[in-house]
């Protein structure tokens, strides 16, 4: 399986095998300072800056769960090869020598006891049969057979050398399939289910590679937010202390400013443990030997960007049901009942076979006389036959073809099921982008009018018009808006993936293509 990226200035896919130099290089460095650390002192941290595109192209050659996928069609393509040995002709030989004696007579002149006969036999034969797509099976045979020896007329030789060939052609059961036929058609359609497994495991392991990007992101995001409010509350309890001190606040602010300072120190060790947490669950999808990636640390170069779009969902749903690889799987299976319902129809009519062969052979005290006589088609074998039987009750043949129907009835019934599961995900998706791209609105508007009333209300302090309780909370307030803010872009970010996922259309917005090799 290889991955294709589609560079949009181009026609040309640029596979991840022959892929630019430099980005190889980059994600060889990548791999092998990962690598690395784990041999190297625990003590000495590594730092990695990877893009999310960088992340994806890691994955898509490191992810556990894609390498599994990976075998699965390589399995399929073996069993359908093997499948099509059912076409295969078979060759039989068999060299045989024989002796039989029998009855004994005393031989009064030669004074012993003599035997009535004593023959001996050398056969060979040869045997070439098989199958033909159409239903027909096919027999060459050819034999040689040498019997000499002495019986009550004295001693002899004969050479009754034969050839023939057979066709046999099924008129009734297993004549427009059969089980070998079958077993083809649905290895072809289990061979597709598996490349399109890779197709699904591709953009769920894009998905949660990008949601996982997004979350590293923010937690790192969100301890710079954590420190600035450290700095503000550490200054803010510096100026307190000094105004307790000349006597212009009662020690209580003091105590106050100082709580706060150790509140947002936990608040601060949660947020970097998130982080490393984030950074694990990132390093599992990379795919890499985690042992291995121990001590690294991994830095998003890119940012939370936001780029508003919208969704028509109709548009969606036609995507949904006409790329969802899941989706196809399913139908597959609709198809594979389909042929096994055909197959246990053919399976109800009688056996019904017409058998044609012709045949020459040679009987002669010579072999070269036994031999003329084929050349010559002195002795002709014809054959033509009409075979019939069918069971008197069928019994077993009806209860498989009513437990058919079923199947193929039940596999209507789950690509129904999936088609309204997707599109009801899919207009629960576009409704969530759209509610996390007002939310982002609402959550920079709240930081704008967090950051004036702080503004305001440090002021109000100054002038001994409010309290550091007050300031102290419009403090926490500030970075609970600028978090929000962040989480709201993260949240888009996540959502719009999502969407793409459940519309099956992640490979195409991010310029992939899947090739199963």
């Known amino acids: 399986m290889c991955a294709r990226f589609v560079d949009e200035r181009r026609p040309v896919l640029h596979t991840l095998r022959p892929m630019r130099l430099k980005t190889l290089c980059g994600l060889s460095l990548c791999v092998s300072v990962l690598a690395a650390s784990g041999q190297t002192n625990m003590t000495t941290p590594k730092t990695v800056s990877l893009s999310m595109k960088e992340c994806v192209q890691l994955a898509l050659l490191h992810n556990r769960d894609l390498q599994i996928q990976r075998f699965n069609p390589a399995i399929a393509r073996l069993t359908l090869n093997g ?38 036999r050398y056969d060979t034969s040869l045997d070439l049969s098989g199958k033909l797509p159409m239903g027909m099976s096919y027999d060459l045979s050819g034999n040689y057979d040498n019997t000499w020896g002495i019986a009550k007329g004295g001693a002899f030789q004969t050479y009754a050398p034969s050839m023939g060939a057979s066709v046999t052609q099924h008129l009734l059961r297993d004549s427009w399939t059969d089980q070998g036929r079958t077993t083809i058609e649905v290895s072809k359609r289990d061979l597709k289910k598996t490349e399109l497994g890779v197709d699904y495991t591709v953009m769920d392991v894009l998905t949660r590679v990008q949601a996982a990007y997004f979350e590293l992101i923010y937690a790192r995001d969100n301890v710079k937010v954590e420190e600035k409010l450290l700095e503000v509350r550490e200054r803010f309890y510096r100026e307190t202390k000094r105004k307790v001190e000349v006597g212009t606040l009662p020690p209580l602010e003091e105590k106050l400013a100082q709580s706060q300072v150790a ?11 998130t982080v490393e947490l984030d950074e694990n669950t990132l390093k599992s999808l990379l795919g890499d030997d985690f042992v291995s990636s121990v001590g690294t640390t991994l830095v998003p170069s890119d940012s939370l960007v936001v780029v508003p779009e919208t969704f028509e969902l109709a548009e969606s749903w036609r995507r949904g049901l006409a790329q969802r690889p899941d989706l196809t799987q399913l139908k597959l299976d609709v198809e594979r009942a389909d042929l096994d319902l055909k197959y246990r129809y053919n399976q109800l009519f009688p056996s019904l076979d017409l058998k044609a062969g012709i045949g020459l052979k040679g009987n002669d005290p010579t072999s070269a006389g036994a031999f003329g006589q084929m050349r010559s088609r002195s002795n002709p074998n014809d054959l033509l036959e009409v075979i019939f039987s069918v069971p008197l009750t069928r019994t077993a043949e009806r209860a498989n073809y009513r437990a058919s129907k079923l199947k193929r009835a039940q596999a209507n019934v789950l690509v129904k099921q999936l088609e309204e599961a ?23 508007e709240a930081t704008v009018y967090a950051q004036a009333a702080l503004e305001a209300e440090e002021k109000k302090l100054v002038a001994g018009k409010s309290t550091a309780y007050v300031v102290l909370q419009l403090q926490s307030d500030l970075a609970t808006a600028a978090a929000a ?20 259309s992640a490979l195409e917005r991010n310029k992939l293509a899947i090739e199963i090799k």
Do not use: C, M, W
């Open 83 to 120: 499948s099509y040995s059912y076409y295969e002709p078979t060759f039989s030989g068999n060299v045989q020598h024989s002796r039989q004696v029998s009855g004994s007579t005393y031989n009064p002149s030669i004074g012993i006891q003599q035997a009535d006969s004593d023959l001996q």
């Open 422 to 444: 997707i599109l009801k995900s899919i207009d629960d998706a576009v409704k969530n982008v759209r509610t996390k791209l007002e939310s982002i609105t609402a959550t920079r």
């Open 485 to 504: 803010e962040i989480r709201a872009k993260a949240d888009y970010n996540i959502a719009l993936a999502q969407l793409y996922f459940v519309e099956g």
């Open 263 to 273: 509140k947002v120190k936990a608040d601060l060790i949660l947020a970097r443990n």
